[in-house]
């Protein structure tokens, strides 16, 4: 797959690392933007405050599958007029857009391969981005979990402060499992 990661962060370029290890083709674009190309995927990490800024630097997205790994963080808002930061990608790209990858924490994908059991990505989106996510997830070293359709993805943003504050209460950075019983 030929995917294009907008955020050269740990998250952005954590994928990308373990995308490319995958055999897929990775572009990295950071702050100055670029095109994106015969992408087939489009992968926007960059802070959630950010992805108007960063959308408009980049040429070529319509159309384009989106996944969306931005979170808000305290009281950020998603633009004006949406109920998440998803739901307005969607709007620019026109394309099937999901919410993935938000709810892991970056630092630790050097560690996912060495799990036990494959943990969970929590995802929200439109059916025809399904594949895509499911594909990527696995590739990374994660199973995909659909929490619903796009109008989930607002919920997904807002379980940042969540993960955070888990890891905060004495946890740390954590990987989690979610599976059916009789995937025990």
């Known amino acids: 797959m030929n995917i294009t ?6 998250l952005g370029g954590g994928l990308a690392d373990l995308w490319e290890r995958a055999g897929h083709q990775v572009a990295r674009l950071g702050r100055d933007g670029g095109a994106v ?10 802070p959630g405050t950010e992805v108007a800024s960063a959308l408009s630097s980049v040429t070529g997205l ?3 599958t989106v996944l969306d790994a931005t979170n ?7 633009p004006a007029g949406f109920s ?5 990608v969607k709007s620019v790209t026109g394309g099937p857009t999901a919410k993935a990858f938000s709810t892991n924490f970056a630092a630790l994908f050097g560690q996912i391969a060495e799990a036990r059991v ?14 895509v996510v499911a594909q990527l997830s696995i590739d990374a070293g994660y199973d995909a979990v659909r929490l ?11 379980m940042a402060a969540t993960m955070f504050a888990i890891a905060q209460s004495g946890l740390g950075q954590f990987v989690y499992r979610m599976a059916a019983p009789e995937q025990l």
Do not use: F
Not at 126 to 131: E, K, L, N, P
């Open 5 to 10: 990661v907008i955020g050269r962060g740990n």
């Open 37 to 46: 190309g015969a992408t087939e995927t489009v992968l926007l990490a960059v």
């Open 62 to 64: 319509k159309g384009k």
């Open 72 to 78: 808000r963080y305290g009281d950020a808002q998603p």
């Open 84 to 88: 998440s930061n998803a739901e307005y």
């Open 118 to 131: 494959r943990p969970s990505n929590l995802w929200s989106g439109d059916d025809g981005a399904r594949s």
């Open 148 to 158: 619903g359709d796009l109008s989930m993805a607002a919920t997904q943003e807002g």
